[in-house]
Nanobody, 124 residues
Framework: QVQLAESGGGLVRPGDSLRLSCAAS????????VGWFRQAPGKEREIAAS????????AYGDSIKGRFTISRDNAKNAVYLQMNSLKPEDTAVYYC?????????????????WGQGTQVTVSA
């Protein structure tokens, strides 16, 4: 069982940066891949970034490549999403989710555990 809690969202201006954190409970968190997903109003949930259980494999959605960086600290049971050069279209609720896989799965349905989400709003 893994419980996840996101933090770090907020209201920022275009071009600003934010760092989201995902705090996890559970002794086996280091065996889970983690993904950051986002969902804007009226749109489907999409993956922003994912990281393997050990942290060596990372993947990013096309819309955020080069601007966001995912990382994890298994000693602290935490995963982070550093978001730079934010755009209004990055506005969404951001969720972290964990999957019992060493390598991040491609299907959203493979992620078993989800946090409650944190709102990110980018507006001038």
């Amino acid at each position: 069982q893994v419980q996840l809690a996101e933090s770090g969202g907020g209201l920022v201006r275009p071009g600003d940066s934010l760092r989201l954190s995902c705090a996890a409970s559970g002794r086996t968190f280091s065996s889970y891949s983690v993904g950051w997903f986002r969902q804007a109003p009226g749109k489907e949930r999409e993956i922003a970034a994912s990281i393997s259980a050990g942290g060596s494999v990372r993947a990013y959605g096309d819309s955020i490549k080069g601007r966001f960086t995912i990382s994890r600290d298994n000693a602290k049971n935490a995963v982070y999403l550093q978001m730079n050069s934010l755009k209004p279209e990055d506005t969404a609720v951001y969720y972290c989710a964990a999957a019992p896989n060493n390598i991040p799965p491609s299907r959203i349905s493979a992620y078993d555990y989800w946090g409650q989400g944190t709102q990110v709003t980018v507006s001038a």
